[in-house]
């Protein structure tokens, strides 16, 4: 049985397979953890506001991708410049996230008026880098995928709930 084990996990398609699922598994439930206790530490009003930032922000990359990553996904595992397409993808998509950002920062009256307290003090900087980080973190798990490693996504997510759970933690103690 170990044997069959072992040979299941060497073989890419399976230990990839395994990846995802674990991937996905791991990434509902700490979501749903952290989103259990915002809700009985937060008030209901926070809790929305939080939502619909974080919600406008995965708008704003998913429309930054343009389709880029299943590019990636197509082309990647044969370039001959393996380097040089992963980096004009993040760019590009690094680019056009924060163009789409600001856009949404000068409209934010019209687009979403609740959302206006994002452009006072250190919400905006913090919005921005959000962004910048979720934009490259996706293509890059992207480009793991397609390499044929999700156990490298895997082991990203794992580090980022790590962090998630470092913020929480120090949000609730009153260090940020």
């Known amino acids: 049985m170990q044997k069959k084990l072992r040979s ?10 395994l990846a995802l ?4 598994a791991i990434g509902a439930f700490f979501g749903l953890l952290f989103w259990i206790v915002a809700a009985r530490t937060m008030p209901a009003k926070e809790i929305g ?7 406008a922000a995965a708008l704003i990359v998913g ?4 389709g880029l990553d299943a590019g990636l996904v197509r082309y990647l595992p044969e370039s001959k410049n393996k380097n040089g397409l992963y ?3 993040v760019m590009v998509t690094l680019v056009l996230a924060l163009v ?3 856009v949404f920062m000068l409209g934010i009256n019209i687009f979403s008026p609740a959302l206006s307290f994002i452009r006072e003090g250190w919400f905006l900087p913090v919005f921005f880098a959000y962004i910048a980080v979720v934009s490259i973190y996706s293509v890059q798990n992207i480009a793991f995928i397609s390499i044929r490693r999700a156990d490298l996504s895997l082991i990203q997510n794992l580090g980022l709930e ?10 609730r103690e009153g260090r940020w």
């Open 8 to 17: 299941l996990y060497t073989d890419p398609l399976y230990r990839n397979s």
């Open 21 to 24: 699922m674990l991937n996905s």
């Open 49 to 55: 506001l939080a939502t619909a930032a974080i919600s």
């Open 63 to 66: 429309l930054s991708k343009l």
């Open 87 to 89: 980096s004009t993808i």
């Open 100 to 102: 789409l950002a600001a």
């Open 162 to 171: 790590k962090e998630y759970r470092s913020c929480a933690i120090d949000r």
